[in-house]
């Protein structure tokens, strides 16, 4: 299998060496995963926009998509990452847990996010009408509903990308879920 790596700086583009440079700023670090996109010219750039463009799904809510999303396409470096992030949100190890497992007992609203953006994941955009419902019912709107499917791709690019290049995990290891 031919090696991907994991560019420095000095081997992308300097539009993208100016990305390093803020994200360095800003995080301390450009994560592995980011750092790969430079591989081409403008995916990183148009991939932070995606990813921080405005949205009604924000805070906790992106978490549990990300979350959820990122379990059901086994991606060991996004759960990394986002079980991280998710303990900065301010979820507990045991509530991330459950959330992987595509529910959130602990908050109605959240476990109707996370029981859809599992069946969405899971069943590539065809939706249980029935989940669709009880999202509404829980208080979400339809913008909600399309920032939540918007939310799904982002993630799933992440996703695809570290299962296509299996670039060096960066992040605390996300322990794993029980069978």
Known sequence: MTTINVPTREEVSSANQAIFDNLKKNLGVVP?????????????????AFQNGKSSITGKAREVVNLVVSEVNSCEYCLAAHTMI?????????????????????????????????NIAVNRGHADTTLVDTFFAAGWTKENLVDVIVVIGDKTVTNYLHATTRVPVDFPAAPKLAA
């Not at 592995?32 to 932070?48: D, F, I, P, Q, V």
């Not at 979820?91 to 996370?114: N, V, W, Y």
């Open 32 to 48: 592995n995963l980011y750092a790969t996109l430079a591989h081409s010219e403008h995916a990183l750039g148009n991939y932070l």
């Open 86 to 118: 998710g303990k900065n949100s301010g979820f507990t190890d045991a509530q991330i847990l459950e959330i992987r497992s595509g529910k959130a007992s602990f908050d109605p609203k959240l476990d109707a996010l996370a029981r859809l953006a599992r």
